[in-house]
């Protein structure tokens, strides 16, 4: 069975930054896309960022130009580097992986961003 486990989350002020990683049990190459979703209490689940097996990626309005997405097929791992961080970013984000016939979530890391 795909494990997927996220890392990374914490306590972070306004302005400063955190990098999540997600780590899979294996090589990334079957997932043919992956990314993160979060979710913060009393609100809807929502897609942050993508990312192809071709390093195509793509952005929720809300996180352009702070957050960035990428992969090392290497490491098998998928990172989401938040930059510029706001209280509203505060919320569990998710890893998520995507083969042809499956779907798979990691636990969850927890993002506070306050002073």
């Known amino acids: 069975q795909v494990q997927l486990v996220e890392s990374g989350g914490g306590l972070v002020q306004p302005g400063g930054s955190l990098r999540l990683s997600c780590a899979a049990s294996?090589?990334?190459?079957?997932?043919?896309?992956m990314g993160w979703y979060r979710q913060a209490p009393g609100k809807q689940r929502e897609l942050v960022a993508t990312?192809?097996?071709?390093?195509?990626?793509n952005y929720a309005d809300s996180v352009k130009g702070r957050f960035t997405i990428s992969r090392d097929n290497a490491k098998n791992t998928v990172y989401l580097q938040m930059n510029s961080l706001k209280p509203e970013d505060t919320a569990v984000y998710y890893c998520d992986a995507r083969t042809t016939s499956y779907h798979y979530w990691g636990q969850g890391t927890q993002v506070t961003v306050s002073s």
């Open positions: 294996g090589s990334i190459f079957r997932f043919y896309v």
């Open positions: 990312i192809t097996n071709g390093n195509s990626t």
